[in-house]
């Protein structure tokens, strides 16, 4: 099945905006930043915040886990450590299934989704940042799903 934040991203993303902004706005519901308000803070972070660095689907889901697990002003160190740490598991997946985080480098690449992109797949995306940005928002709602069922655990 493929969710509204997919579908929400790879709109965006074909009226234009970059990677990070789709990314960051699909999740304006869960973040509290507006639509407008994300594409705002995400202009910057395309192509890698144009110097071709990390990819910006990546800097908008990690923006996103930010947002979404706010700092605990009793315990900003913890705060940090529990964001990072989310950062890095993002990256980390995100890697697994493209073999880069450098946009330079990904963009040198050509993907086709298959079944470690099922909401690309599923889309018909053929588009190299649509394949991306949609799997980056599957990466952070499989997070999200994982926090909330490890929260519900406890």
Not at 15 to 26: E, P, R
Request: proline share 3%; with cysteine; aromatic share 6%.
């Amino acid at each position: 099945m493929i969710s509204n934040h997919c579908e929400l991203a790879s709109a965006y993303h074909k009226q234009g905006f970059n990677c990070c902004q789709s990314v960051l706005a699909a999740f304006s519901d869960l973040t509290g930043l507006s639509e407008q308000a994300s594409f705002d803070i995400g202009g910057g972070f395309g192509a890698g915040a144009g110097t071709g660095e990390l990819c910006g689907a990546v800097s908008g889901a990690v923006m996103t886990l930010g947002l979404v697990t706010p700092v605990d002003a009793s315990d900003p160190v913890g705060s940090k450590k529990r964001t990072v740490a989310l950062s890095r598991e993002l990256q980390k997946r995100f890697s697994e299934k493209f073999g880069a985080l450098r946009c330079r480098e990904l963009l040198q690449n050509k993907f086709t989704p298959d079944d470690t992109t099922p909401a690309a797949k599923a889309m018909g995306l053929t588009g190299h940042c649509d394949i991306m940005i949609v799997t980056a928002v599957e990466i952070v709602e499989e997070m999200l799903a994982e926090r909330a069922q490890h929260t519900a655990g406890n």
